[in-house]
């Protein structure tokens, strides 16, 4: 997939992020040849787990405060209850996320990761999908929640759970592709 040579994506992530659910799509991008970045509230590492279980760190690549979301083509957003729920009560986080969604830009999003969307206010009127303990939450926020492997809606792409990676991956890089060829 060289033509994601070109694309800038930027993966919002704090600790407890679900492991798999950031290291997979980042590998996936990379091999695709694009540029990724892991972007996070504070600077240094943030911690990762495996379920409940602490994993490895990943190193944070710029903090929200450095950077700005028209430095980036895209957006992935990963899971970890952990995680999700740390990071959608920051008015950066939340401020990137509108801010890629106003430019119609592509946000790959599984498992927890919706939350940050509901308290930007974006998912109304979306139809979209994440682990099944927040679907409550995706349609109180006026989302239509389908329990899918992956749903596309228009510049989104979002999953349920580690398990659904594989189908996830394809339809993440599928979407940045149609993105890359845009631009």
Partial sequence: MAQLSR??????????????ELTEPVQA????????????PHAGKIQGFHHTDKSQTV??????AEVKPDQ???????????????????????????????AGKPIAVICHGPW????????????LTSYHTIQDDVRNAGGHWIDQEVVRDDNWVSSRQP?????????????????AAVR
């Fill in 72 to 102: 980036y083509d895209a957006v992935v957003l990963p899971g970890g209850a952990l995680n999700a729920d740390a990071l959608r009560v920051v008015s950066d986080a939340q401020i990137f996320v509108q801010r890629m969604q106003d």
């Fill in 116 to 127: 940050l969307l509901i308290s930007a206010g974006l998912v109304r009127g979306r139809k």
């Fill in 7 to 20: 694309l800038r994506v930027a993966v919002l992530a704090t600790d407890g992020f679900e492991e798999v």
């Fill in 29 to 40: 991008l990379r091999d695709a040849g694009a540029h990724v970045e892991v972007v996070a």
């Fill in 163 to 179: 398990s659904d990676l594989p189908a996830f991956n394809k339809a993440m890089l599928e979407l940045f592709a149609c993105c």
């Fill in 59 to 64: 190193a944070v690549d710029h903090t929200l």
